[in-house]
């Protein structure tokens, strides 16, 4: 469409005339993501995506802390970031110039070297641990965009890939240069669920180690909570999360 008219606003009007894109309802993974944002879990998120699910997921929360989390939705809104961000790599549907939306390439060649390659490589790709995940299928913005933020990583960061196939034929495996060790063969949603139980796991840890403490200290009978830790395990982490908001008198 753009070798014809030098324009994509034919595509981009399209796609934005549904709304889909601006309402679209997080999955559970979406909402996962929000949560260990919120639980300061994962430092920041980078989508190439345009819709916003994960916008729509962390107000879906209702959490105060959702507030805190910076969402920079293009280079422009610098200003937005705080300690936790959320990232539209490509821009997103709330960008109203349809020139300006990165579907090609050559505009993301742009987008990385004049705005977007100092601000990931200084306030993303610092954390220890990297994950690339529901990237999708194989379109060429999109290997192309791993690409850049594999290249941007310092080299003593640990990165990972999540894909549902299998490795042998995952295009973005052979563009990040992936190894068998850190390869993931899982889903988006199953991913995300498998990372809130590791964290949910670790906060009841925390919860019996106080509670032990708590029993020594104060010389109380040593009651056995085991049962009611477990019911908590299996509530996961929105669920566990909306009950501590109760019991904190958290709106």
């Not at 934005?16 to 929000?34: C, F, H, M, Q």
């Not at 529901?134 to 960061?157: H, K, N, Q, W, Y």
Request: aromatic share 6%.
């Amino acid at each position: 469409v753009f070798a014809k008219h030098g324009s994509q606003r034919e595509i981009v009007e399209r796609l934005r005339d549904s709304r889909a894109l601006e309402v679209a309802t997080p999955n559970e993974g979406y909402l996962i993501a929000a949560a260990l944002l919120c639980e300061g879990a994962i430092s920041s998120v980078v989508t190439l995506n345009y819709d916003l699910a994960l916008k729509n997921a962390l107000s879906q929360l209702g959490t105060s802390r959702a507030i805190a989390i910076g969402i920079v939705e293009c280079p422009e809104d610098l200003d937005r970031q705080t300690a936790t961000n959320v990232y539209y790599l490509h821009r997103n549907v709330n960008e109203r110039n349809p020139e300006l939306w990165v579907l090609r390439t050559a505009a993301l060649a742009v987008e990385w070297r004049d705005h977007w390659q100092q601000i990931i490589a200084a306030s993303v790709l610092i954390a220890p641990v990297v994950l690339f995940a529901g990237l999708g299928t194989r379109i060429a913005v999109l290997i192309e965009s791993t690409r850049l933020l594999r290249a941007a990583l310092p080299r003593d960061r640990e990165f990972y890939l999540a894909d549902p196939g299998d490795m042998a034929n995952s295009a973005f495996s052979q563009a990040l240069e992936i190894d068998a060790h850190h390869y993931i063969q899982l889903r988006w949603v199953a991913l995300m669920k498998e990372l809130s139980e590791r964290l949910l796991m670790e906060q009841i840890d925390k919860l019996d180690q106080a509670a032990k403490i708590k029993i020594r200290e104060d010389g109380l009978q040593n009651d056995d909570i085991a049962h009611l830790l477990a019911r908590l395990q299996e509530l996961g982490l929105i669920t566990a999360g909306r009950l501590r908001a109760q019991w904190l008198l958290d709106p």
